[in-house]
């Protein structure tokens, strides 16, 4: 066992004492969060060149509200913060009244078209006549022409004015008929006001015997924690296990393999790999919840860090390391150049990721059989029991030692089929094991 | 004397390809052992099957290695030096050496390191790169890697091609510093004048099968006297065609010609003397060289007396 160790710690050396460790260490957060902070960024860096829009109000009566909604728009929303003293970061919306022609609209549309695509409006839209009147249908496409409203464009992606003119519109459509049938606008809107659903938490006893006051549940908070500490896990495979198959590629290829072989049987050498590289998927896990134990008390969400799944977190954390990095390992010892291992990652990269395919779904339901099911399933595990276990209420105490046992045994299954490819594939030159052959010698030995 | 390592009967087969057969062999305690044979016949399969690193095909003999069966690769006690063989590129060199030191079993490796760069001329690279290393300093790294544990059994594959003459002795007195402190030395090698030098012993495999095993003397002793050394002066002489002359070897400056068992040297002399000026002639064995062409070399299929390599071509 000693050197195992010895073979660990030159590991753990090696791979922490890289400039590129540092900077994967450093730049898988920026990657994740950055990738949503320029999403953030770019979300108002929009063309904002004024918009103009022909509306044919076959009414008579609805433009002008519209118009004033624009109008009102154009002065107070359309600019960093409030008012008109910041940058402006959304394009004026500007409205121009085009005369129904009742004899002919077909010929209206087609001029109407043209005039969109040479650039002269963004887009046109047509208000029926008799959209006030009209019943509301409950099959729009029953709704005739004349009592819709349609928008045409020729930008058939952007569809900010076709959003924002939905509510003045309706407003307008509303207050025209309720003025139509006498009612006081008012009353109306007192009477149909929504209310809201507060989503709460459980109440419980205290210490003191008092029933608590129940929290105010943070839906957003509690999917990001969890999803957070998801995607903590999967970097740390990554950037802890995956480098492992390079690290055997590169024994290989540059022959220390047999050196090393010398002085320490195969599957010796492997283990005192996984040994290294799950010391160093600690580091980076430790270093990682550290900043984000900090990152999330500092901005004042402290009582939204899940500190009851720590320690679940990091028995996975070392499974999922020696679970993958096995794999990692063979793969790296029975291919001989990259291009062969690349082909052979693929599935286990799709392997590696599949939990993210279904996680949404685990999270929102998480006590769901398909959620069950789906965290019990030893390569996924890792990841989805401990979004499990982040999201309230958690789960049963059986749930993640049942999956900890499944993912005990198919780690040990993981590293004694590496092992035996290892212990082959290693001193292999020239060419690359298929699968079917790195089957074939995990099966017999 | 003690066998270090023992080999009875070991046959070694990849696929449909033999690349041992049959063979036997004692290598004893404190010997320097020469394996020498052509690429491909089976060197590095032998040293690997010795290391553990390849196991015999069953029905074999067994393999004693440091008077144990199953003592294998991984033994504190063996140094070896692989025929493919590399360093971590990335570490420094004393770092390297440590860590083979400590993966050997040695607590005391900071001074035994120190100690080994200085007498291999290292010393001023010891905090560089791997990578920053010529070929013949890495390879110097390398060897000082397979001995840094002071092993018992050191086994060295290839351990002089690639370096230069100067590296060469370098690696040379060390090699036979070891010896001199008691430890056992088998290594592979196409330099015959090497073999012919340093070896105790010699054992030659071809194609799978150990043709020559011995030392030296012993080996020279089977081909008798049957080489003539011959320099002659003058333009385009051309040794070729002399009656008694089975076949010649040119190499420039000097000519060997191999005669035949009934051949009277005196006529191959004159001869000689007719066609340029003689200034050596020289009765002698064949050397290791030459014995290694005939039994490997294309000339093998004529060769009347060594017979059993050809056998073995075709078995």
Redesign the interface.
Known sequence: M??VF??AA?EYK?AVR?KAFLITLLAMPVLMGGSLVVQLAMKDRVDTNDKTVAIVDGTGQIFPGIAAAAEKRNREDIFQGNGQGGKQTKPRFLLEQVEPAADDPAQLRLALSDRVRSGEFLAFVVIGEEVIDAPAADDPAAVPERASVAYYSNSPTYDDFQIWIKEPMNQELRRLRLAKHNLDPQVVDQATKETTVANLGLVERDAAGHITVAQKINLEANIVVAMGMMMLMFMVIMVGAAPLMNSVM??KM???A????????PV?LMLGKLIGVVGVSLTIGTLYLVGGFIAVVESGYGAFFPSHVVVWFMVYLVLAVVMFGSVFIAIGAAVSDLKESQNILTPVMIVVVSPMFVWFNVVREPNSTLSLVLSLFPTATPMLMTLRQTVPPGVPLWQPLVGIVLVLLTTAACVLAAGRIFRIGI?M?GKSARVGEMVRWAVRG | MVNIVELEGITKTFGHHVAVNQLSLAVPQGSIYGFIGPNGSGKTTTIRMIMRIHYPDPGSGPIRVLGREGYGAANDRIGYLPEERGLYKKMRVRDVLRFYAELKGRTDFKRAVDGWLDRMDLSDWANKKVETLSKGMSQKVQFISAVIAEPELIILDEPFSGLDPVNSDVLRREVLELRKRGATVIFSTHDMTVAERMCDFIFMIYKGKKVLDGTLASIQERYGHDTLRVKVEGNGFDPHGIAGVLSVNDFGQLQELRIGPDTDTQEVLEALMDRGRVTHFELATPSLHDIFVRIAGPEAWKASEVSPPVEAAHA
């Open positions: 000693r050197k010895v073979v030159r090696a890289t590169e024994e540059n022959r220390i047999e050196v090393l072989l010398g002085s320490i049987p010796q001193l030159q």
